[in-house]
């Protein structure tokens, strides 16, 4: 989608055009005849939430009026939901061009609905020989966005279609080779980003026990990836500040392995890379916008497959850290090639933070169904509820779960440290991120899980089915957080 700023008289606008209208006290020059204010006065009398589309030949206007005295977040959030709802009227109407103006409405929220528009324009379609329709430009009222801010948005959306561009993309056309090869030539042409991919020969002369046992099943070889991006060089701090590492699960294909998934439960597991997609996209998109921040993304990736050679329940592995670890299923292999990478990230970087995204366990889905994130913390309270905190803002939220002393029994394996999978059915999310836990060691971590947000089965929100991108605003608002506490501290 092209996007331009241009000032919009609504009044005399030509093309298809869309208003937003909030507050009734502050509106003013309304395009609409006397006709059309009473149709809208009437609604508004009954509800404030409503589309109206009025013909103004041989064009649309799309009058969007919406309840402004909500608390920002949620009028934001049903604001690009309303936006996904005009999408498809838009689609409907084969309109490829609009404008966007507003009255007695704040420029956040123009921007929330901008957001839903572009969220809920994306569909992965580069497989059907008929593309869609999708919004080509977009013309924004520039009493409403300055072209810095449209430009770091717009880039943050291209990082989040890329995210949900490669979770789609079956493991046939994206084996963990592949994936690093992209990620390495994206990170090529980004300022201030290297990347270092690591090979099999590499990743066994490092001992990754986890990631090598994962991919003994499979005939594509693993890779581990690391990207860096620091974006405090050569500023007033020192180039050494000590990174937020990002870890993200690349699992490419997940089969479950020898402990197979049944039926239907393989389908969809092309996204169980979503984690790595994940936080090589944060990264990227804070390189983009050059957040002042050191990151560093630790990204293991393999596809987990059974074969003659696969590793095996009752298998005891050596982990990067020298944990033993018995294999209890090796459809838990998520945590197998996590705690490798969260290992390294903690021996060789001095994190100042380990966060880790990863559709790591059913149970999350059980949990919270697919409106939220999984969320886990040991020594890093305060991170947490700062994510808390922006997570309700951009409305991708987490709940926070209990990491107890008590659930570390669960995971215990009587002929070695740990055992990668529990004996019960109870508190599945909880023992995997205190299984991940262990390998930070003191170092301030936090999990999430985005089993349930990564991939949608049903379209829902401004989502159509397939994946999300899901938190990766949430990062990023992050970060951009890290940037405003760092300010006021000097
Ligand atoms: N990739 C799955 C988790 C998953 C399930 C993600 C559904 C997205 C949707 C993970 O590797 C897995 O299979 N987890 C098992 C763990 C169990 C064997 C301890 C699970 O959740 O059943
Ligand atoms: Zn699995
Ligand atoms: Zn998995």
């Known amino acids: 989608m092209n996007y331009t700023l241009e000032t919009i008289n609504a009044k005399t606008f030509e093309g298809n055009l869309i208003y937003l209208y909030g507050d ?27 589309v109206l589309v009025f013909d103004r030949l041989p064009y649309h206007l799309y009058f969007v009026s919406f309840d402004s005295e909500r608390q920002a977040p949620d009028c934001q959030e049903r604001l690009r939901c309303t936006a996904t709802r005009v999408l498809r009227m838009l689609i409907t109407e084969a309109d490829a061009d609009a404008a966007i103006t507003a009255s007695g409405t704040l420029p956040e929220e123009v921007a929330a609905f901008v957001e839903g528009l572009t969220l809920a324009d994306y569909s992965f379609d580069r497989y059907i020989s008929k593309t869609p329709h999708h919004l080509q430009n977009l013309a924004i009222d520039s009493l409403f966005l300055k072209p810095d801010e449209l430009e770091a948005s717009r880039r943050l959306w291209n990082r989040i279609f890329w995210c949900r561009e490669w979770v789609n993309l079956p493991v046939q ?25 690591m090979d099999l020969k590499q990743i066994q002369s490092l001992r990754m026990g986890g990631l090598l046992a994962v991919n003994r099943g499979s005939s594509d070889e693993p890779r581990f990836v690391v990207l860096e991006y620091n974006g405090v060089k050569g500023g007033r701090r020192k180039a050494s500040t000590s990174p937020i590492c990002l870890v993200g699960k690349g699992i490419m294909f997940d089969t479950g392995g020898l402990n197979i998934k049944p039926g239907d439960y393989m389908c969809e597991m092309k996204s169980d890379m979503a984690g790595a997609a994940t936080m090589a996209s944060v990264l990227f998109a804070a390189a983009d916008n050059h957040l002042p921040v050191h990151l560093v993304a ?3 990736m393999t596809d987990n497959r059974p074969a003659a050679n696969a590793y095996a329940p009752d298998d005891i592995i050596t982990m990067y850290d020298g944990t033993t670890v018995e294999v209890v299923n090796t459809d838990a292999e998520g945590r197998l090639i996590l705690a490798d990478a969260i290992a390294y990230a903690a021996k060789n970087y001095n994190p100042q933070l380990i966060v880790t995204a990863a559709t790591l366990t059913g149970a999350a889905v059980r949990a919270i169904s697919t409106f939220g994130i999984a969320a ?19 409305y991708e939220r987490l709940v926070q779960f209990p990491m107890w002393r008590e659930y570390d029994e669960m995971i215990k394996s009587k002929f070695a440290d740990l055992r ?43 989502y159509r089915e397939g994946a999300s991108g899901y938190g990766i605003r949430l990062l990023y608002a992050f970060l951009q957080m890290q940037e405003m506490i760092e300010k006021g501290k000097k």
């Open 298 to 300: 630790l990204l293991p």
């Open 376 to 394: 886990m913390q040991q020594n890093a309270d305060c991170p947490m509820t700062m994510l808390q905190l922006v997570g309700d803002q951009v």
């Open 173 to 197: 056309d994206l084996n963990a080779a592949q994936f690093a090869d992209e990620l390495s030539s994206i990170a090529a042409d980004l300022e201030g980003v290297s990347c270092t991919v």
């Open 420 to 462: 990668n999978s529990t004996m019960s059915p109870q508190a599945g999310t909880i023992t995997a991120g205190k299984f991940l836990a262990h390998f930070a060691g003191e170092v301030p971590f936090i999990h999430l899980d985005i089993a349930g947000v990564a991939y949608f089965t049903k379209a829902q929100q401004y």
């Open 24 to 50: 009734e006290t502050a509106a003013r020059d309304l395009p609409l005849g006397r006709k059309e204010i009473e149709e809208v006065r009437k609604h508004r009398e009954r509800e404030r939430d409503f």
